[in-house]
């Protein structure tokens, strides 16, 4: 079963565009969402989280947006760089119960000179 | 701290052959995580464990895959015998309590002719 969709698939920007990764969740239990970055050969490594109580949440020029009601959620980064050419995976926890990471299926993002 | 290490970095075997992954998780981190990535079906969890007890192994795809943690510094997972729809990548990650970060190792790459 399929609990985080995430799209798109693949994803091609410019130096300095703003790609944006979606993720939808099914579980309103969920409450913890972090983004994982993975480089090819490497593992994934947390990138950001945001809980929903807040809305948006903003490092460096990565921001995650959250929307509660509609079960959504965002990756946008700011000012990209050829240096964030990677995979981007969506994920959701439930920290109340077992501590069990459920991801997205991944974003596979190129960004161009 | 020299993060996850994961051995080997790459198996290549033939079908029906034992296959056997090995995992030294991040030192002081109480939870061990199994993960297996594949292009159809992304980061899928196999199984983890809390202070070297299995926890949930309810993502083990069959009864050919069984894992141990024999201390906290040590995790096999163990393919017997080993079938080409196995080949993925394995990915080993720790982390200090439930609710903390997933540290991801290298992987292991593992095809299986």
């Known amino acids: 079963q399929q609990q985080v969709k995430q799209s798109p698939q693949s994803l091609i920007v410019q130096k300095g565009g703003i790609p944006i990764i979606n993720c939808a969740y099914e579980?309103?239990?969920?409450?913890?969402f972090p983004w994982y970055q993975q480089f090819p050969g490497k593992g994934p490594a947390l990138l950001i989280a945001i809980r929903p109580d807040v809305s948006e949440k903003k490092e460096g020029r990565f921001t995650i947006s959250f929307n509660k009601s509609a079960k959504q959620f965002s990756l946008h980064i700011m000012d990209s760089q050829p240096g964030d050419s990677a995979t981007y995976f969506c994920?959701?926890?439930?920290?109340?119960?077992?501590?069990?990471?459920?991801f997205g299926t991944g974003t596979r993002l190129q960004v161009t000179l | 701290d020299a993060g996850v290490i994961q051995s080997p970095r790459h198996e290549v075997t033939e079908m029906g052959q034992e296959v056997t992954l090995r995992c030294k998780p991040i030192s002081g981190h109480d939870y061990l995580f199994w993960y297996r990535q594949t292009m159809m079906r992304g980061l899928e969890l196999l199984i983890y464990?809390?202070?070297?007890?299995?926890?949930?192994d309810s993502g083990m795809p069959e009864d050919r895959f069984s894992a141990k943690m024999p201390n906290a510094s040590f995790s096999t997972l163990k393919i017997q015998p080993s079938e080409p729809r196995d080949s993925a990548v394995y990915f080993c990650a720790s982390s200090l309590d439930r609710v903390s970060e997933q540290y991801f190792g290298p992987g292991t790459r593992l095809t299986v002719t």
């Open positions: 994920a959701a926890f439930l920290t109340g119960t077992a501590s069990k990471l459920t």
């Open positions: 579980n309103t239990a969920f409450d913890y």
């Open positions: 464990f809390n202070n070297n007890v299995p926890i949930d």
